[in-house]
Antibody, heavy 115, light 115 residues
Framework: DVQLVESGGGLVKSGGSLRLSCAAS????????MSWLRQAPGKALEWVAS????????YYADSVKGRFAISRDNTDNSLSLQMNSLRAEDAAVYYC????????WGHGTLVTVSS | QAVLTQPSSLSALPGASASLTCTLR?????????IYWYQQKPGSPPHYLLT?????????ASGVPSRFSGSKDASANAGTLLISGLQSEDEAVYYC?????????FGGGTKLAVL
């Protein structure tokens, strides 16, 4: 079965950094584009970033460009999101998801940003 | 004007049909886009339902009942998620999504109440 498990969330001060991870299993990880998406409490879904299977193509939402970096390690089936210069508006549950259609999602990890 | 617009709420009776719309911003060619649909229940990650571009190019997620279907209304420049034979378990927020200019865009979501 496809499984995606996020970790690394927590409480961080505004301006601080955090690194999220997503452990993938149950599928050929290297062949799938992977994405990070987020959802602030009571708000709609928001896409953060996507990375192709070989890491050749990387895309970011304008809201995080220059502050966040998505990466992957196909040797240990993991996806990462390095988040720097965090702002209050970055507070959300962060999900990793598989493929262009986001057909599988993890359960998310909560990021809280304090001032 | 937002890229994708969804009505914020919709209510329908059990056993009836519900048509959830996802309107593309004026100037965007509906025919060029695959529209993805997700269901999200409180406290859970989104669940991928289906993709619709045309009658010959569409995909139903494994395990999603056939009473969930997609379509397009060219006159309204909108994609539609049709749910027939509504059940209480269909009560959720439904999001549409497209890939636009190498970025993922979500609609604001429609909260469906099955009264």
């Amino acid at each position: 079965d496809v499984q995606l498990v996020e970790s690394g969330g927590g409480l961080v001060k505004s301006g601080g950094s955090l690194r999220l991870s997503c452990a993938a299993s149950g599928f050929s990880f290297r062949t799938f584009t992977m994405s990070w998406l987020r959802q602030a409490p009571g708000k709609a879904l928001e896409w953060v970033a996507s990375i192709s299977g070989s890491s050749s193509y990387i895309y970011y939402a304008d809201s995080v460009k220059g502050r966040f970096a998505i990466s992957r390690d196909n040797t240990d089936n993991s996806l990462s999101l390095q988040m720097n210069s965090l702002r209050a508006e970055d507070a959300a549950v962060y999900y990793c998801a598989r493929d262009y259609n986001h057909d599988y999602w993890g359960h998310g990890t909560l990021v809280t940003v304090s001032s | 004007q937002a890229v994708l617009t969804q009505p914020s709420s919709l209510s329908a009776l059990p056993g009836a049909s519900a048509s959830l719309t996802c309107t593309l911003r004026s100037g965007l060619n509906l025919g060029m886009y695959k529209i993805y649909w997700y269901q999200q229940k409180p406290g859970s990650p989104p669940h991928y339902l289906l993709t619709y571009k045309s009658d010959s190019e569409n995909h139903q997620a494994s395990g999603v009942p056939s009473r969930f279907s997609g379509s397009k209304d060219a006159s309204a420049n909108a994609g539609t998620l049709l749910i027939s034979g509504l059940q209480s378990e269909d009560e959720a927020v439904y999001y549409c999504m497209i890939w636009h200019n190498s970025a993922v865009v979500f609609g604001g979501g429609t909260k469906l109440a099955v009264l």
